[in-house]
């Protein structure tokens, strides 16, 4: 009896809290499917169930499957990008030099500054006849022509990943940073010793050593991009005729510009299931590995 | 040092001193749209001015950005806490009339100051015979031209769309010049369109409420915006260029005919003084028209301040107020008293834009207006783009735009 009540402590200890995150968390999720299922004026008032129609509005809807795939382009570019600029960065910034400190500010100083300035800056700076980058592009002789960067989709969606993609960098460069100074360094010593090369250090130390703060920062950074709705909000709106259009986007019109609040909460909800699918599933790959990774070990 | 009980005790008398102030006067809560710096100043002196002739009533002024309003209004009025008026575009008032938002006017509206009003203005107003609300700012488009340009070209400012893809071959030989501005992006991107639809004959919607973009008129007006920006008539890439990017461009002496708005006026003479400009009435193709405006001033069903808000509605409209309004954001006026002021019969400027009122068209106030017009905004930038030929797209859209209306 005592034991029972003693395993149950810990339980109720922490029930305060849980209930608490249930409620901030679950309650707006059930009030979203709540609204998703039903007929909703643009004011928000629900006007009594449709019977899934929302959803049968989205899945057949072609514009929500093109932001869907261009979503997933999006989320996988600025991650991946980001993952691979950020990288070598920490690792720049990790090895002592004269001026280090200065680098460091240099690299997080976009965090300061709002995503949407951010997108405002390199509104103007992309302009045609105006912006800067034309210009500049001009002056050093690599166009000849100033190049209409927001013009066309195909241009406006590169632009845009490397913006989303530049804002991205800091926020990565600390995780991995962390991670880099939390790194034993007699690891290193002992290849050196062995006469490991650089990039066999990356490689076989490195790497390894550092998969959590890559696996964090790819969890992380796919909710944060696959949610933002800032840079191409400001630059194109999702524009020319829906060419640089992502969910959130898309989303957005509907809700604030269409009034169409039931099928919005629907996507709302859609979106929220592929990003707690994505991390689940990821998080079990990431996990699997592992133990396939140690399985080995334990037997030497 | 001060006693934290004290400091509560003393904010606590004050808080409650004021609740029972407030509660003694009844407090109208008036939402205005920002037309620009000035509309902020401009409606706290017509409420400062009220309130001296009338102490018991309140007026709060809150001045929301455009862009937006809509959504303000929306979260506002799904959250319970609407404003008792507030100025809107009328092409949100069906929406705002069918839910139930909207308080008709009539029961308040006196003949005489009925009378006050240019009627062409408060027909918009009007849902099902019953009026919904006030014109409040009024503006019509015109065409406007760098006249240095266009005699530099030798070219003569055009009365139809053939004299103006004539004069504009002719300006787009001049170096570092287009001759035609056209507006690819974002907000009004449609209206660029209508505004060659309604002049070749065409109309948004036909006779029978289905969507007029399928008709041979408005294969036209497309086809020729397209030949142009083929041609290099107009500046490259227009999907890259909203209203303001073609204004720029504009007062900048870069381009030879653009359509825009009274507004602009004021701009061109405090950023480009020197430019030399025409105000000129849309080139002709089967029909004169031009795109005529209206914001409305509607009262919110759920106000309990309606008689204090009327009382404050009917001061605002008074002459000298109205004549400040028009003048300072150069609107048209909505008013026959202000209409007739020579500043707004004389003014070569004003007058230009004046003149298309007797044949303006309005955008229709039918429900989901906003994504009809993101449909056939997302159409034309296929068609500049060259991602749908004119006749594909105008049919595939109004397909879709009879689907949004259910026909």
């Excluded at chain 1, 200065?102 to 700076?125: D, E, G």
């Excluded at chain 1, 960067?149 to 990943?161: F, P």
């Excluded at chain 2, 004549?323 to 020579?342: H, R, S, Y």
Aim: hydrophobic letters at 45%.
């Amino acid at each position: 009896m005592a034991n029972r009540i003693q395993k149950s402590v810990p339980l109720l200890m922490i029930l305060p809290g849980l209930a608490l995150a249930v409620a901030i968390i679950g309650y707006p999720i059930f009030d979203l499917a709540w609204t998703s299922l039903q007929d909703v004026s643009r004011f928000g008032k629900l006007t009594g169930f449709n019977g899934g129609e929302n959803y049968a509005e989205v899945f057949g809807d072609p514009l929500f499957w093109e932001s869907l795939w261009r979503t997933g382009i999006w989320t996988l570019a600025v991650v991946l990008g980001t993952l691979a600029i950020s990288m070598p960065v920490a690792m720049i910034l990790n090895d002592d030099f004269y001026g280090r400190g200065l680098a460091r500010v240099i690299i997080m100083l976009p965090w300061a500054i709002s995503l949407t300035m951010t997108a405002v800056v390199w509104r103007w700076a992309l302009n045609g006849r105006a912006g800067l980058l034309n210009a500049t592009l001009m002056n050093a002789g690599i166009i000849d022509q100033p190049i209409e960067w927001l013009a066309t989709a195909s241009t406006a969606c590169v632009v845009e990943i490397l913006v989303g993609i530049l804002v991205s960098i800091p926020f990565t460069t600390t995780i991995l940073l962390g991670g880099l100074s939390s790194m034993p360094q007699d690891a290193y010593e002992a290849a050196v010793v062995d006469g490991a090369s650089g990039w066999h250090q990356f490689r076989y130390i490195t790497l390894p050593l550092m998969k959590p703060f890559i696996n964090i920062a790819i969890v992380l950074n796919v909710i944060y991009v696959f949610n933002s709705l800032p840079i191409i909000w400001v630059m194109t709106e999702g524009g020319p005729a829906n060419g640089t259009d992502i969910l959130v986007t898309y989303l957005y019109k509907l809700a604030f510009r269409f009034g169409q609040l039931g099928k919005a909460s629907a996507i709302s909800l859609i979106m929220f299931f592929v990003l707690l699918g994505f991390t689940m599933l990821y998080v079990a790959l990431v996990s699997r590995n592992d133990k396939d990774d140690a399985a080995p070990e334990e037997e030497v | 040092m001060t006693h934290p009980f004290r400091t509560s005790t003393a904010i606590l008398a004050l808080s409650l001193g004021m609740a029972g102030l407030a509660s003694a006067e009844t407090v109208v809560d008036f939402t205005v749209a920002e037309y620009s710096s000035k509309t902020g100043p401009y409606f706290q002196e017509v409420a400062d001015a009220f309130q001296a002739e009338n102490p018991d009533i309140k007026i709060n002024i809150e001045v929301v950005p455009w862009d937006t309003l809509l959504q303000r209004l929306t979260t506002d009025v799904a959250g319970g806490s609407a404003p008792d008026i507030s100025i809107i575009g009328t092409r949100w008032l069906l929406d705002f009339a069918s839910q139930g938002v909207a308080e008709p006017i009539d029961s308040y509206l006196t003949p005489e100051f009925k009378g006050t009003f240019i009627d062409t203005f408060m027909a918009p107003g009007v849902i099902d015979g019953k009026i919904m609300g006030l014109p409040v700012a009024a503006s019509a488009r015109a065409m406007m031209v760098n006249m240095d340009l266009y005699d530099k070209a030798g070219a003569t400012p055009p009365k139809t769309w053939d004299e103006l893809y004539e004069a504009s071959k002719k300006i787009a030989t001049l170096p570092e010049t287009f001759a035609f501005g056209l507006q690819g992006k974002e907000i009004e991107t449609d209206a660029y369109f209508y505004y060659a639809l309604w002049t070749h004959g065409g109309d948004i919607l036909k006779a029978d409420g289905t969507s007029g973009l399928d008709s041979p008129e408005a294969l036209e007006a497309a086809t020729l915006y397209k030949k142009m920006i083929d041609e290099g008539l107009t500046q490259p890439s227009p999907t890259n260029y909203t209203r303001e990017d073609v204004f720029n461009l504009f007062k900048q002496g870069k381009v030879g005919t653009i359509f825009t708005f009274p507004m602009l006026i004021p701009q061109i003479k405090a950023e480009a003084p020197d430019l030399k400009y025409q105000i000129l009435p849309f080139p002709e193709g089967k029909a004169k028209a031009t795109y005529g405006v209206t914001d409305t001033l509607m009262m919110f069903a759920d106000s309990d301040a309606k008689e204090a808000a009327w009382k404050f509605i009917e001061f605002a409209y008074k002459d000298e107020w109205r004549e400040k309004f028009d003048m300072g954001e150069g609107f048209l006026p909505v008013t026959k008293n202000v209409a007739a002021l020579p500043h707004f019969t004389e003014d070569p400027d004003v007058a230009g834009f004046a003149a298309g009122l007797p044949y303006a068209k309005f955008a229709p106030t039918i429900a989901n207006w906003e994504e009809i017009a993101d449909v056939t905004v997302r159409t034309m930038q296929q068609i500049y783009l060259g991602e749908v030929t004119p006749e594909e797209g105008l049919k595939a859209a109004a397909g879709e735009i009879n689907k949004i209306r259910g026909l």
